[in-house]
C-alpha cells in the first residue's frame, strides 16, 4: 500500500514553498505488472527447475559422471590455481584478480568456522580482517617489523579481539547476535577513524612495507631477490610472490579447518549449530567452545588482513566497510554453509563474476542480484549444502542438507 | 539402603514466580538400582529432572550425589555443564535432542568430548597428529561401536540420526548419554512414542544397563508397563508432591495414587477400589 503511494503519487515543492503533486499511474501499473510478472516466472522457474534437485528424471549414468565431476573438481581447482601465474604470467590483470579472489577464499573460509561449523551468525567479520591489517601496518611502520614477525601477531591481536567480541554476546542469539556482531564490525571501524593519533584516522596508514621472502626483499636493487638470482628484474615477481603468499594462507585456514573438524573442538562446534541444549546436557561447556570458534575464525581474518596490508602498501578505514562483512557472509551462504569447496567456489562466482560483469555498468547489481535470487530457489542450501561427516566406520556418505541444522547463533 | 544411596534429594522446592512447581519434595534414588518417577500430567516430574541436571537452579532444598568412590557433590552449587561434566549425571529429553544432522557414530563421539579434549592436548596435539591423539580417537570410536552394537544399529552407525526411526533415535540418545560414562542416568519419558515390542527392547536395554554396567538409573515415565517392569523403586508425584513411595506393587495398590491418577479425590477411589474387589 505505502508503495503503491510512493510511486503512484509524486509530490514536489511549488514555486511559492506550496505542495503540488501529480499521478503517475502508468508507472505504478508496469510496477505491478513486473511485480506480478515476476512472481509468476519464479514460481514457474521453480516448478521447472525446482530443489527437488535429488530425484529429478536424470538417468543414473548422468548421475554417477556427475559425481565423478564434484569429486575431481577440488584437485582440478587446486592444480589450476598453482597454474595460474604461469599461465597468465604477463596478464598482470588477471594475476590481480587470482589475489583478490583468494582473498576472499581466505576470508571465506575464516568466517565458515563461525557461521558454518558454530552456527554463530556474525555480520561484523571485517572488524577482525580490519585489526589483521591494521596490527601489521602500524607494528610494521612504527617498530619496523618485518611481515613474518607481525603475521602470527596480526592472528593474536585478532583472535583476541575475537573473544573479546565473543564475551558479551555468548548469550544472545540468532537474530540479536547478528545485530550486536554488526554493530562491533562498526565500532572498530569508527574506533579506526577518530583514533588519528594512533590509526591516521580516515588518512589511513601509507606506506606498509612489501613482503619480503624470508628477508630478502622483492626490489630491483643489488640485494633484491632478482639480483641474488642473477635474472633481469620485474615487478611480475612480486605479483607471482604475492599469489603465492595468499594461496598458501589459504591452504592453511583450510588445512587447520578441516583438521579442527576432526578434532573434538570442531565436532563440539557442529553440534553446538545442532543443538545446543543437548551440548550442554553433555557436559560441553558451551561458553569456551563459541569463544574458541570467534577466536579461531577472527585469526584467519587478522592473516587474512595482514596481507591485504602488505599487498596494498596503503590502507583507510575505507576498506573496512560493512559492505565487506555482507560479501563475505554472501560467500559462505552461497557456498553452502560449512563446505569448504562451496566457499571456495562461491568466492570465484562472486569477486570472479562480478569482474565478469564490468562492462555492464550500473546494471551490474542487478544481473548480480537476479543471479543470487535464482541461485537460492535453485539451491536453497548453497552450491554444496550436503554436510560430510568427520569420522565413519564403512560408508562416508554425505548427509542431506534437509538434517543440518543451520544453527540459531 | 541408607548406606548406598547415589542421589538423596531433600526439601527440593522450585517456585516460578508465584507458581510452586515442586514444594518440599525429598527422595532418595539408591545406588545400581532403578527408581523412577511418575506421576499425573503437570505433578513437576520433568522440573525435578531439571533440578538436578542442572539447567535450573532450585529455589531452596539440597540434591546430594555420592560417587562410588565416596565422594559426595551437592548439585545445586554445580549449573550447566559442569553437572554432567563433574558429578557424572548424563541426561535424555522428553523430546528426543540428538544431533539430527550428525552420523550416529558423530553422536556417540561427541558424547565422549571431556575425555577426547584432554587426549588431543586441548586441540594442540591433535592438530600435529600425535600419536596418542590417535589411539584416544579409535579407543572412543570403539566405545561408540559397543554401544551401537548394544542397541543394535551397528549398521546404521554412518546414517545421520535425523534420519533414523524413531525408536531408534530414543535408543541412541540414550547410548549417547551413556558414552559420558555417567554415574547417574536420568531418563526422560524413555518410552514416549515407542510401540510394545520398542517398549519390550528399552526394558531391556536399561536392565542390563543396571546389572551389567552398575549404572544408577532414575527416570520418569507414564507407561505403566515399563515402569512396573523395570523400577526397583517408585517415587510418585502430583502438585508437586511426593504423594507415595515404594515398590511397583505397593504403589500401584495406594489409594492416593490411584485418586491422583484419576483426578478423583482419596475417598472416591477408595469407594471404587472397593466395588471394583
Sequence with gaps: MLFSLMIGVRTDAGPTGQLIYWTRFGDLAAMVAAVFGGSIIIELLRQWWGPVGTIRIVPPSVQNALGVARRGIAPVLLIFTFLVPVIFYDERYILDLGILVLTYVMLGWGLNVVVGLAGLLDLGYVAFYAVGAYSYALLATNFGLSFWVCLPLAGILAAFWGVLLGFPVLRLRGDYLAIVTLAFGEIIRLVIINWQSLTGGPNGVTGIPRPTMFGIPLSPGDDGLAALLGIEFSPTHRIVFLFYLILALALLTNWVTIRLRRLPIGRAWEALREDEVACRALGINTTTTKLTAFATGAMFGGFAGAFFATRQGFISPESFTFQESALVLAIVVLGGMGSQLGVALAALAMIGGFELFRGLDQYRMLVFGLAMVLLMIWRPRGLIGHRAPTVFLERNQAISSDLVKEGHG | ?277
Design chain 2, 1 to 277: 539402603m541408607s548406606g548406598d544411596v547415589i542421589l538423596s534429594v531433600d526439601h527440593l522446592t522450585m517456585r516460578f514466580g508465584g507458581i510452586v512447581a515442586v514444594n518440599e519434595l525429598s527422595f532418595t534414588a539408591a545406588r545400581r538400582k532403578i527408581t523412577a518417577l511418575i506421576g499425573p500430567n503437570g505433578a513437576g516430574k520433568t522440573t525435578v529432572f531439571n533440578c538436578i541436571t542442572g539447567f535450573y537452579k532450585p529455589t531452596s532444598g539440597a540434591m546430594r550425589l555420592t560417587h562410588d568412590d565416596g565422594k559426595t557433590i551437592q548439585l545445586e552449587r554445580l549449573n550447566d555443564f559442569r553437572i554432567s561434566k563433574q558429578a557424572k549425571v548424563a541426561r535424555t529429553f522428553q523430546n528426543i535432542r540428538l544431533f539430527p544432522g550428525m552420523t550416529a557414530l558423530e553422536n556417540l563421539m561427541v558424547a565422549q568430548h571431556n575425555a577426547l579434549m584432554l587426549a588431543s592436548g586441548l586441540t594442540f596435539l591433535g592438530l600435529i597428529g600425535a600419536p596418542s591423539w590417535r589411539a584416544a580417537e579409535a579407543r572412543a570410536v570403539d566405545l561408540a561401536q559397543v554401544w551401537l552394537k548394544r542397541i543394535g544399529l551397528l549398521d546404521r552407525a554412518d546414517d545421520a540420526a535425523g534420519n533414523l526411526p524413531y525408536g531408534d533415535q530414543r535408543r541412541l540418545e540414550i547410548a549417547r548419554a551413556m558414552c559420558t560414562e555417567p554415574a547417574l542416568l536420568c531418563l526422560d519419558e524413555p518410552a514416549a512414542g515407542l510401540n510394545a515390542r520398542e517398549s519390550a527392547a528399552l526394558s531391556e536395554l536399561l536392565l542390563s544397563i543396571r546389572s551389567e554396567l552398575g549404572t544408577s538409573v532414575l527416570l520418569i515415565e507414564h507407561d505403566m508397563s515399563v515402569v512396573m517392569e523395570i523400577s526397583d523403586h517408585v517415587v510418585v508425584m502430583d502438585y508437586g508432591v511426593k504423594i507415595a513411595e515404594g515398590t511397583p506393587q505397593h504403589v500401584r495398590d495406594d489409594p492416593k495414587v490411584i485418586a491422583a491418577y484419576l483426578g478423583a479425590d482419596e475417598q472416591e477411589a477408595i469407594a471404587v477400589m472397593e466395588s471394583g474387589t
